[in-house]
């Protein structure tokens, strides 16, 4: 009993570090906020961020995003073809966004860091978002890919619609990230209807065309 205790803690004292680290690179930066900041808010010495952390400060931004890479990257893969497929193409693609939506800003602070510090990306971390966006633009390419078989939309380049799409929709959200207003709209819900509106009208058939 007195074993699974002491790992408890471990894992809560790990958390507490990886939480209060967070808390402080969004309000004081990086670059600004000293180990023992960290330590000092958790009521312990600096020896124990080096002890679960050995890499310091830098060690903890890299499990704060890789762990929150894996967390994104599991959740939307979990919104498989068929949760979605039996939905009209509109409403597939209201709940494709949304998700996006919900998984960048979830963590808003996290997000805002990644932004400010994105030079503290390494080879590795910046290869998994740099894979995370590329998957999600193939995912959309493939349910238009399908949508056009069925004849629901006309041919094109699948791959290029879906990139337009997505970086339509992250355009919001990173203008939320980062707090500076790019759009108009302020209700989140009706600019992501009207994004999907007009962009399926411009996948619609021309008038005539035969979709084979």
Known sequence: MAQ???????????????DTAKNLFAEMGYHGTPVRAITRQIQKGDGILYHYFPGG??????????ESFEHRVLEIKQLTHEKIEHLPLREALLVIMKKIYELFLDDLDLMRILFRENDLLDLEEAKQLSVMVSERVESIADVLRRRHAKGEIRFMNFTLAARQLLSMWMQYIFSSIIGIKVLPEPDVSAYLEEMVDFTVSLWQPFDGEIIS
Not at 57 to 66: P, T
């Open 4 to 18: 699974i205790s002491r790992k408890e803690q471990a894992v809560a004292t790990r958390e507490k570090l990886l």
């Open 57 to 66: 400060k830098q060690e903890i931004m890299s499990v704060l995003l890789r």
